[in-house]
Nanobody, 124 residues
């Protein structure tokens, strides 16, 4: 069973940055499509970015395009989400998700594996 662990959440000021990281316990994410989902308080998780493990394109939600960057790191063993120019709407829980699908989609049912989530707070 693939176990995903997110890290890097915390408190950031408006306009600040955070870098989230997703690792698979004991395994590499190199052969998985990986998505990041954001759950704002009182709302359902929404897909904000995903990266395939093929040459298919990376995807971003309009709300984060130009501010967030998803990437594979550590020899593709982990996946990071660099979040810049944060605002209050970015606050919430961020989930890493993964699936062996060839491409990636920013929809919840696409992914069989979910992490526990990491909290992001944006406040001055």
């Amino acid at each position: 069973q693939l176990q995903l662990v997110e890290s890097g959440g915390g408190l950031a000021q408006p306009g600040g940055s955070l870098r989230l990281s997703c690792a698979a316990s004991g395994l590499s994410l190199a052969d998985y499509a990986v998505g990041w989902f954001h759950q704002a308080p009182g709302k359902e998780p929404e897909g904000i970015s995903c990266i395939p493990h093929t040459d298919d394109p990376i995807q971003y939600a309009d709300s984060v395009k130009g501010r967030f960057t998803i990437s594979r790191d550590n020899g593709k063993r982990t996946v990071s989400l660099q979040m810049n120019n944060l605002n209050a709407d970015d606050a919430g829980v961020y989930y890493c998700t993964a699936d062996r699908a060839i491409s990636c989609r920013m929809i919840r049912h696409w992914y069989n594996h979910w992490g526990q989530g990491t909290q992001v707070t944006v406040a001055s």
